[in-house]
């Protein structure tokens, strides 16, 4: 099953692999690096390689993705489909990337060098702060958003820790 989480990475499994690993050993990430990554076979990063940015973000869609499958034969996407839009100009229009009339949230990537991650919420663009952290403000405003105000679908379907992080801490 954890294998899923890597098959769009394609010739880089391998490296995400051992950067996940390299990752998780550290504290709090303190090998992270939002546009590059880790040495590979004795060479720095290159941008032929992933950066930890697009592990992280790819990660949690594939969890959350799994959190919402009705079944473990399900092979869709339901989160990455539906709440992450990638690669998606500021002139997008909201309609078009959210599902269903209940749904006004969603994550959007605005910019693909480095990566950069805003919010769609109800139609309005939020602006997140630029370079290393964008990605953990951006999750952790998302997530807020739908534990407080949006998606009972996607609220009913949260790990519980999720929930916990933000009516506990934020």
Known sequence: RAARYFEHFGDSKEYVLNRIEELANGYCLNCYAYNGGGRWKDADWTSALPTDERIVMSIFCSWMDDQLKENEKDTSNPFTSNYLAEGMSKLIDPLAITPGSESKICIIQ???TPLHYNILVAGEEWTITRGYDNIFHCLIL???EI????DSYLRK???PSLVDIVSTGL
């Open 110 to 112: 605005t910019q693909k």
């Open 157 to 159: 379907r949260l790990h």
């Open 147 to 150: 534990v407080t105000k949006h």
């Open 142 to 144: 998302f997530i807020y």
